[in-house]
């Protein structure tokens, strides 16, 4: 039987509401008529926000109650930022689709400086992201960082009101927010290589949903796809962790892959970085042999040292 209304579950949070309505619109574009719902709820991430993600639990607590509520039945489809994804989904769902991509990279935004280097020594940066840290202390070991949660406007918040003199935040989140004037600058990749998954909006169903799955399938943007695709590849060899200091990037360039990845001590000290390339065919292989690259020069002791 076709399907005529379709539940969509999402966090309440601004940006999560943001991306639940984009493939709301999207699929009523595609199919006239269709009714779409959305049931928004609140996770054990968004509980949870004053702690470091580290401490209780890492992202998989933003999706839990969402991917409860289509084995349930009480909701079709989960539209999930891909960075908060984990990499081993619950017996009976699926991620058959990956919509287009934004701006993976990340933003510095500031009231006072307009780039890393322009921040005084002792500054204060806030980001809670492990990958994020590591990568800064490698590049501006003579500033503070300090934690940071909550959603964007929260964040933006706690920058105003003096307690930050940067932060750093996805530059795909500000600006699917229409706060892209709020951005500083976009970070290089040479110095903050972004998440796995970062830009990307996923939609997870049940995987024997047939009709669900014809629904959704002319959302799904093949490169974005096959990019983050080569990431949680990556991501899987390397312990399948959100929360690990972990970053990695894949292009698509013609028929070719090209993925940068590394990995970083936490407190700056080591950074492993690579490299790897390979056909449109080979996604799981470009990830995982860059993955034992990783491993190979000494990734494996400093992921081992974070997870204990």
Same mark, same amino acid.
């Given at each position: ?87 081993? =989904?619950?017996? +009976?769902?699926? $991620? /058959? ?7 993976? *990279? @990340? %933003? ?129 060899? =390397?312990?399948? +962790?959100?929360? $690990? /200091? ?7 360039? *013609? @028929? %070719? ?52």
């Amino acid at each position: 039987m076709p399907v005529k209304i379709l539940k969509i579950a999402t966090r309440n949070s601004p940006l999560a509401m943001w991306q639940a309505e984009h493939v709301k619109h999207q699929l009523m574009s595609v199919h006239h008529g269709l009714e779409v719902e959305l049931v928004s709820m609140t996770t054990e991430g968004d509980r949870f926000l004053d702690a470091p993600l580290v401490a209780v639990g890492g992202k998989g607590l933003f999706i839990k109650e969402l991917e409860q509520a289509m084995l349930e039945g009480r909701a079709d489809i989960a539209v999930h930022s891909m960075k908060d994804v984990t990499i081993d =989904l619950p017996d +009976g769902l699926a $991620l /058959p689709v990956i919509m287009e991509r934004e701006d993976t *990279h @990340d %933003a510095l935004v500031s009231n006072h400086y307009d780039s890393i280097n322009a921040i005084p020594e002792g500054g204060v940066v806030g980001t809670s992201s492990l990958r994020r840290q590591s990568q800064l202390r490698a590049l501006r070991p003579d500033i503070q960082i300090k934690d940071l949660r909550g959603n964007v406007g929260t964040r933006l918040g706690k920058l105003d009101n003096g307690d930050y003199d940067a932060i750093i935040l996805a530059a795909a989140g500000i600006k699917r927010l229409g706060m892209a004037e709020r951005i500083a600058c976009l970070i290089d990749f040479d110095d903050l290589l972004p998440a796995i998954g970062q830009g990307a909006i996923g939609i997870e169903c049940r995987a024997d949903d047939a009709g669900v799955n014809e629904l959704i399938a002319p959302l799904n943007h093949a490169a974005t796809q096959l990019c983050v695709e080569t990431e949680r590849a990556l991501s899987r060899r =390397l312990f399948g +962790g959100c929360q $690990l /200091p972990i970053a990695g990037q894949a292009v698509l360039n *013609h @028929d %070719a892959i090209h993925l940068t990845a590394l990995v970083a001590r936490v407190d700056g000290s080591e950074v492993i970085k690579a490299e790897h390339q390979g056909g449109t065919d080979s996604v799981d292989n470009i990830g995982t042999e860059l993955a034992e690259t990783l491993l190979a020069r000494g990734a494996d002791q400093i992921l081992k040292q974070v997870m204990q």
